[in-house]
C-alpha cells in the first residue's frame, strides 16, 4: 500500500524542539515535490515547509523561517522537519504531503485539495 506516515509529534514546551518525521512506503520518493502542511482547530490549512523535487530547493512560510528546517533522504524515503525555538502558536496537527511533477517549492506549499500521497498527521502542542 502506497502511503505517507507522519510520526514524532507530541507535547513540548514554549521554547523546545521536536523533529517530525514522514515514511514513504510503496512507492520512489525521488521527482516527488515534499512538503510539511498543518492545520490549527477554527484555522485553515498552512503550507510551511517544501521541497521541490526538481532541484531540492526550499521554500519556508515566514511563520517558521529561521527556526524550522525541512530536509528528504531519497534513500530512506523520509521526509524530516526539524522545530526549533517552538511557540505556542505552531500548535496544530502537522501532515505531509507529495506531488510527482515540475512544481517549484513555493508552489508546493500553496495548500490544495488534492495530493498524490497524503498522510494522517501527527499533533504537535507546544504549551507550559
Known amino acids: 500500500q502506497s502511503r505517507l506516515v507522519e510520526s514524532g509529534g507530541g507535547l513540548v514546551q514554549p521554547g523546545g524542539s521536536l523533529r517530525l518525521s514522514c515514511a514513504a512506503s510503496?512507492?520512489?520518493?525521488?521527482?516527488?515535490?515534499v512538503g510539511w502542511f498543518r492545520q490549527a482547530p477554527g484555522k485553515l490549512r498552512e503550507g510551511i515547509s517544501c521541497?521541490?523535487?526538481?532541484?531540492?530547493?526550499?521554500y519556508y512560510a515566514d511563520s517558521v523561517k529561521g527556526r524550522f528546517t525541512i530536509s528528504r533522504d531519497n534513500v530512506k524515503k523520509m521526509i524530516y522537519l526539524q522545530m526549533n525555538s517552538l511557540k505556542p502558536e505552531d500548535t496544530a496537527v502537522y501532515y505531509c504531503?507529495?506531488?510527482?511533477?515540475?512544481?517549484?517549492?513555493?508552489?508546493?506549499?500553496?495548500?490544495?485539495?488534492?495530493?498524490?500521497?497524503w498522510g494522517q498527521g501527527t499533533q504537535v502542542t507546544v504549551s507550559s
Open positions: 510503496g512507492f520512489t520518493l525521488d521527482r516527488y515535490n
Open positions: 521541497i521541490s523535487g526538481d532541484d531540492n530547493s526550499t
Open positions: 504531503g507529495a506531488i510527482y511533477g515540475f512544481l517549484t517549492a513555493r508552489t508546493m506549499c500553496v495548500p490544495r485539495g488534492q495530493y498524490d500521497y
